[in-house]
């Protein structure tokens, strides 16, 4: 596991939590938001992943 792996799902979550709590408190803006936080999160893991993916690639050869 790598930073960016680790750094994606902190971020992911952060943004499940923002999306949410704009949920409950009517605030569009706090949604939107959320939401934004989750892609970037899935985006920056999947980056992890890949690099990770290289790198057992590269230590198998």
Same mark, same amino acid.
Request: without cysteine; glycine residues 14%.
């Given at each position: 596991?790598?930073?960016? #792996?680790? /750094? $994606?799902? @902190? &971020?992911?979550?952060? !943004? +499940?939590? =923002?999306?949410?709590? %704009?949920?409950?408190?009517?605030?569009?803006?706090? #949604?939107? /938001? $959320?939401? @934004? &936080?989750?892609?970037? !999160? +899935?985006? =920056?893991?999947?980056? %992890?992943?890949?690099?990770?993916?290289?790198?057992?690639?590269?230590?198998?050869?």
């Amino acid at each position: 596991m790598n930073k960016d #792996q680790v /750094k $994606g799902a @902190a &971020k992911d979550i952060a !943004g +499940k939590v =923002q999306q949410e709590v %704009g949920e409950l408190t009517g605030d569009k803006e706090q #949604q939107a /938001k $959320g939401l @934004a &936080k989750q892609a970037e !999160g +899935k985006i =920056q893991k999947g980056f %992890g992943d890949a690099k990770e993916a290289v790198k057992d690639a590269a230590d198998k050869l």
